[in-house]
């Protein structure tokens, strides 16, 4: 009886084992991350073209045959993250009004478009995507040209707009969310510079904003930023450009291009630099510092433990985006075997001259010192010489990395972002293939000198909210650096 079951289990066995390669279902699967060859994918991919006007503007398309929708839009830089402290509020504001009194959003939406307008800390952006094509593409283009030069918005769209935007900020800080902690990070982490104050502006600039600060606003950004064409689908960029050429070549358009400044294209030109041959001016300067906000009235607590990052020109940047993803992954995997938290992930924000690296964490105020214990251990073990990081556990990180950057890259609105961000970044986009190439480039011993670059013996901001009875403090985190 136990020869007969023996010889079926190894009957079975050896039936699994022989008919596992060709299942559909366990085909490409495998217990281990492996490397993967993006040479072939990247090599068949059309090129970024980018063409410099003789009166500074710039365009940039990228072809994708495949594609059935267009995204065309105009990028400024540098959004508010230099922009002057008068005109903090004012920034976002104008996101919001843009296209308020234009008709612009109906004649686009009448075409099968949809309109987007963004800001932020690197740029300001407005984009349509639609089945667009010939003079479909033409009139997209020249209706976002006269939304600059023409604004339509009226003082009572002002008025409700900045009572909506007061009234979303004073939510923001009753609930305590996520975005109101890492707005008080950066506030406290980078005092008296520009990064430090938000891009929705101190109350008193949103109150005493008036139409003709806005247009103020506007002229400045046509006049002394950079200003660029982005265009993404099934496009010839030579059409992008003739019409790119003729909106901007009217009368007294020459003038104003002429007082475009070179900043962005003269230092941030190459993507891998050392930040020794990083220059800019009022940069912003990380310091140390703890912010609490005690209240026992929040079922959860939270917190946000930062260091001083790598800017977008640093080439430690992409080493920290892989530590990134290593170290979410590793406190995923032990706040869920021990039930210390709801909610904890990594963060790495890259700007111009400076960045932010670290952990947020929601969780029941009980678990609050155990878990600060556990990041900081999980932090300063990258730092060590003794610490094991498998080859493995390297590859699923820079796996993730690589999956990020590829996501959402189908979509022309995504693409043309992509583009619009990088040029004004560093004057050109960065080919997937050499960005690829530097992501494979960082092993073991690169990831552990990075991380004691920026950890190891580094001052920390902490900011945190809820009842904090259990959060260690300021001195206890910092001597566990």
């Known amino acids: 009886m136990l020869k007969h079951h023996l010889k079926l289990v190894l009957r079975r066995r050896a039936f699994w084992t022989a008919a596992a390669p060709s299942s559909p279902f366990t085909k490409y699967s495998e217990n281990y991350p492996s490397k993967i060859d993006y040479k072939v994918l990247f090599s068949s991919l059309p090129p970024t073209q980018l063409t410099r006007l003789p009166n500074r503007l710039r365009v940039a398309t990228q072809l994708l045959p495949t594609n059935n929708t267009t995204t065309v839009g105009i990028w400024v830089d540098p959004g508010s993250y230099v922009a002057s402290l008068k005109w903090k509020g004012i920034h976002h504001l104008l996101e919001r009004l843009i296209f308020k009194g234009t008709g612009v959003e109906e004649k686009i939406e009448m075409m099968g478009g ?41 003082d009572q769209d002002i008025d409700r707009e900045l009572a909506l935007l007061l009234r979303e900020r004073h939510e923001a800080e009753d609930k305590l969310t996520k975005d109101f902690i890492l707005e008080n990070l950066h506030a406290n982490s980078f005092q008296n510079s520009d990064v430090g104050i938000s891009i929705f502006g101190s109350a008193s600039n949103i109150r005493t904003a008036t139409k003709q600060d806005i247009f103020n606003y506007m002229s400045e950004l046509t006049t002394d930023r950079m200003v660029l064409v982005v265009a993404g689908g099934g496009i010839c960029h030579e059409e992008i450009v003739g019409q790119a050429k003729f909106l901007f070549n009217k009368p007294g358009r020459e003038v104003i291009l002429k007082k475009v400044i070179k900043h962005g294209e003269d230092i941030y030109t190459k993507l891998l630099r050392s930040p020794k041959e990083i220059f800019s001016t009022g940069s912003a300067i990380f310091k140390g510092c703890e912010v609490r906000i005690d209240d026992c009235n929040q079922v959860l607590a939270q917190f946000a433990i930062a260091f001083n990052g790598a800017c977008r020109a640093d080439y430690n940047c992409i080493p920290l985006m892989i530590i990134k993803e290593m170290l979410s992954s590793t406190l995923l995997a032990r706040i869920g075997s021990n039930q210390l938290a709801q909610s904890m992930g990594a963060f790495n924000t890259n700007y111009k001259d400076s960045g932010l690296f670290g952990v947020y964490a929601l969780a029941m105020p009980d678990c609050l010192g155990d878990l600060a214990c556990l990041v900081m251990l999980e932090l300063t073990k990258l730092c060590s010489k003794r610490s094991v990081i498998s080859e493995d556990e390297l590859v699923r990180a820079r796996n993730k990395v690589k999956a990020t950057l590829l996501r959402d890259m189908d979509k022309t609105s995504c693409v043309a972002e992509d583009i619009g961000r990088q040029i004004l970044a560093h004057g ?54």
Request: with cysteine; aromatic share 10%; proline share 3%.
């Open 114 to 154: 949809k309109l987007v307008a963004q800001t932020s800390f690197k740029q300001i952006s407005i984009q349509a995507t639609g089945l667009l094509s010939g003079e479909d593409l033409f009139r997209p283009l020249k209706f976002l040209f006269s939304v600059l030069e023409n604004p339509k918005f009226t």
């Open 428 to 481: 050109r986009r960065i080919t997937y293939a050499e960005l690829f190439a530097s992501i494979d480039a960082v092993d073991v011993e690169k990831i552990k000198k990075v991380a004691s670059l920026f950890i190891n013996d580094k001052d920390i901001a902490i900011v945190a909210a809820g009842c904090l009875q259990g959060l260690p403090d300021y001195n206890w985190l910092r001597r566990r650096t």
